[in-house]
């Protein structure tokens, strides 16, 4: 067995007959780096991914401009390694707070605010939003404003009744959650109830933001997969409904991910308001 040992063996085993990880796994296996080249690369990546971020992209900047929604707080749950999510939303909010399930993803995020040395480069992509503004030559300030606005970086989990625990926050006007809930989710039930957990973070009036792949079953990060809950539109629909929100805005998608990291049918971007009795 050389220098590796029996439960290593026994792993990479596991993995090769198709292990799907999930739950707790994301601590010990959710690798951020990885999850940035395959989804992330942008300019250099692959046409498919490059597809379903300028979506995203595009629908974030259609509902956090100047005009559109805006307040005091903004709170992002389960952004990854990710800060693509804000680079709209900065604009338009006072204070951001980002949370991840994994302390590693948000040990990437500080990375990129602290500008350390290894920080993922979001620089064509945060280019991209600022053609979509009107001046592509602003980007360095727009991320400076990121980095400005973003105030905390704290643990979550959706399962919970209360996502970011004993943590002091104050009800946001803004919940956004882009591609977490399916996998943070092990069945339906646990989706809404996850819903129901976001929206309490919510003022009354205030609005949920939220990136679904539909109909996906697991996808890749590096050599590990990781399992998705497979979810119709209409069930995010009704789960929306049923945590007392009103649903302004469905955008579906066909596009897909690569075949060979995602298996997906489409997407939809939607949003959706707190009721008062909510
Ligand atoms: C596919 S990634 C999405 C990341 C980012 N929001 C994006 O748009 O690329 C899924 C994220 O869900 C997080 N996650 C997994 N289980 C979770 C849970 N129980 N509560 C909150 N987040 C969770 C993972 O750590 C991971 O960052």
Not at 10 to 28: I, N, Q, V
Not at 235 to 257: D, H
Request: glycine share 8%.
């Amino acid at each position: 067995m050389g220098n590796r040992s029996r439960g290593e063996a026994e792993r990479s085993t596991a993995r090769m007959e198709g292990e799907l990880y999930k739950g707790e796994d994301y601590k010990t296996e959710f690798q951020p780096q990885n999850y940035l080249k395959t989804y992330y690369a942008f300019d250099s990546g692959t046409i498919a991914e490059n597809e379903v971020l300028k979506f995203n992209l595009n629908n974030l900047f259609e509902t956090f401009s100047p005009g559109g929604m805006g307040g005091d707080i903004l709170i992002d749950i389960g952004s990854g390694p990710t800060i693509y999510q804000l680079l709209s939303a900065c604009e338009v909010f006072r204070e951001i707070i980002m949370s991840d399930y994994t302390e590693l993803n948000l040990r990437e995020v500080d990375k990129w605010l602290k500008k350390e040395l290894g920080a993922y480069d979001w620089s064509p992509a945060v280019q991209y939003v600022c053609e979509l503004e009107g001046d592509r030559s602003k980007w360095q300030e727009k991320e400076a404003r990121v980095r400005r606005t973003v105030k905390r970086l704290l643990t979550c989990d959706v399962n919970q009744p209360r996502p970011l625990g004993s943590a002091q926050v104050p009800a946001a006007d803004c919940v956004l959650s882009l591609l977490a809930l399916e996998c943070a989710c092990r069945d339906v039930d646990a989706y809404r109830a996850a819903i129901q957990n976001l929206v309490g973070l919510l003022k009354p009036g205030g609005h949920l933001v939220t990136l679904v792949a539909l109909r996906c079953c697991e996808y890749m990060v590096g050599s590990r997969k990781f399992f998705v809950l497979s979810l119709e539109q209409e069930t995010v629909e009704k789960a929306l409904q049923e945590a007392g929100c009103q649903v302004l805005k469905c955008q579906y998608s066909p596009i897909k991910y690569s075949e060979a990291f995602c298996l997906n049918e489409g997407f939809c971007f939607v949003v959706a308001r707190k009721g008062p009795g909510a």
